[in-house]
Structures are given as C-alpha cells and as structure tokens.
C-alpha cells in the first residue's frame, strides 16, 4: 500500500515541499510507495514554489482512510491533521514544532523531533550520504522551504544549521538568496484575490490559553498595508470564523518581513488584554505593533496569556 506524505491543514511552503521531498526519497532511495498530499489549498507562495520548479501541485484530501500508512511531517498536532488520524497507521513523525500530545500510534515508530526552524532541514540530515543523490527540483523545493520558515534567516527561529544548508542549496542550483527570496515574498504577500475568512485561515494553528481557544493567525509579508488596508472588514469576519471553527477568538498577526516587526489586530477587550499580558503592549486602538516580533513558534505561542 502506497505510504501518504502529508503536513498540517492550511499548508504553507513547508508543508507543502516537505510532503514532495520525503516521498521522493522514499520513492527513490528508500524503494518504498510513497504519495505526497496536502491537507488543504497550498498558500500563494507555496504556489509559487512548485511552479518555479515546475512541480505538480499534489493532491489535496479531505480524508485519509482508516489504517492507510502516512508519514506526518512539520506537525505533531492532533488538531492540525485528519480527524481520524488515529486510525492512521503512522510510520514515522518529522517534526521542529513542540510536542502537543494526542497522537497514538498501532506500534513503534520512527519521531524525529528537531529545534531547527524548518521541517526541510531535517530531512537533509536523516538523508545522510543519500541527499547526495537529490536531484536540482528537490534541492529547490528544500531551499524554498528553509527560507520560508526563516524568513529569508530574519526569524529568531533560523539555526546555523539552516542557513549553512540553504547557502550550500543556493551555491549548487547558482541562485542568488536575496533574490530568489525576494520573488517567494512577493508571492507571499499576493494576497488580493482571497476573501478575509481565507486570509485568517491561511497560515492558522489553533491553540489554548487559560481556557479560551483560539485560532493564531500569522501573515508574513513584504507589504503590509495591502493587508492593514482591509482591518476592519477583518476584524468583522473574525467572528464568523471563529463561530464556524468552534474557536473563541481570532488572533491575527501581520508580519512585516522587512521591518521586522508584527501588528496585532485588537478587535475587542479580549484581545486587548491579551496584547498586554502576553506581549507588555499598550492596545490603545483597533491595532498593536510589536517589534521584533516574526515567529509565532517562538514568539507568540509561548508567550500568550489571559
């Protein structure tokens, strides 16, 4: 039976290329029946990454079923993965986001669990002497999903690690890093044609904090007034979404890539005493910068209160 590859819902570019890179060396070098799928409508810049590499868009499930052998890549989270994935028969976990809990497997398994910022990376060390063997599309993809997730190496997430690996990929495939860079962000920050409830769903995890649930929702961009331009009508969907996710409240954090520095939507009390608590923040009006802030693994997530 074919083995499934397969990220989080909402995939961006490493769950997306991920997915398409371990299939192939389980494909090709480990012998083994393997299919990448994806959990939902890759993002813009993941769209673009597998048009710049001329790769076929894989295929997106709504369900996997019941003891259909999968490798999960890039989450750990019961609640970003099929309901039934319990069911599954998990052959192994990639993973650099933190242990969630919930996951029960039908015997041992292979986890590998890195503090690395992406997914890729890790993959390119378990390869070992075998990612010798990568052909140019597989080094891109791999490439394209490190700079995402390290945002070009700005994210406090980057690992020495990372950076060496992705200047190594750019060096063989002859790319310059600033501009190849520069075309996935600007992908990325394409955002026009999706509707709000879309935008807050994109790049979204769902996450606990003292009893209330909510959707985080990070859009990292190089043009963050196209997305500010739009706040209160986001705000206004905020509510829609989150009754229709059986959440309490969205968060949404636009990234300035370039600036180096997050705005908060504040569209209630909740929020704006979330803002303060978790951040130090002054929420004065419907929006918070926060400087410095790029990474929702390492700067939202562990730090939000109530």
């Known amino acids: 039976m074919t083995t499934k590859v397969f990220g ?10 991920s997915p398409i890179i371990w299939a192939w060396y389980l494909n090709e070098v480990r012998g083994t029946p393997a299919e990448a799928v994806l959990l939902g409508e890759p993002n813009t810049e993941a769209a673009f990454v597998l048009t710049r590499w001329d790769l ?37 976990i990639i993973d650099h986001h933190k242990l969630v809990g919930g996951l029960e497997t039908k015997g041992p398994i292979d986890i590998t669990v890195r ?11 378990l390869m070992g002497a075998d990612a010798a063997k990568m ?50 962000f600007a992908a990325k920050s394409d955002v026009s044609a999706f509707s709000d409830a879309e935008l807050l769903r994109m790049d979204s995890k769902e996450y606990e904090v003292a009893g209330t649930r909510f959707r985080v929702s990070v859009l990292e961009t190089t043009a963050p007034k196209v997305v500010l331009d739009r706040k209160d009508s986001l705000m206004t969907s905020m509510a829609d979404v989150a009754a229709e996710d059986g959440v309490d409240q969205v968060l949404l954090f636009v990234v300035d890539i370039l600036n180096e520095e997050a705005t908060l939507l504040v569209p209630n009390d909740l929020v704006r ?34």
Not at 60 to 87: K, R
Not at 137 to 158: Q, Y
């Open 8 to 17: 989080h819902k909402a995939p961006d570019t490493d769950s997306t290329g």
């Open 56 to 92: 076929p868009k894989p295929a997106i499930v709504d369900a996997i079923d019941d003891g259909t052998p999968v490798v999960i890549v890039d989450t750990n989270n019961p609640a970003e993965l099929p309901a039934n994935v319990n069911a599954l028969d998990i052959q192994a």
């Open 115 to 125: 503090p690395l910022a992406c997914t890729a990376t890790i993959m390119h060390d």
């Open 135 to 184: 052909p140019d599309w597989v080094k891109g993809t791999m490439l394209s999903c490190i700079l995402s997730d390290t945002l070009e190496f700005r994210s406090p997430t980057t690992t020495p690690t990372d950076k060496a690996l992705a200047e190594t990929l750019a060096g063989e495939l002859g790319l310059s890093i600033p501009d190849y860079a520069a075309e996935m």
């Open 273 to 306: 005493t979330l803002a303060e608590k978790s951040f130090g923040a002054t929420a004065t009006g419907d929006t918070v910068v926060l400087p410095g802030v790029m990474s929702r693994k390492k700067q939202i997530i562990p730090v939000l209160a109530l």
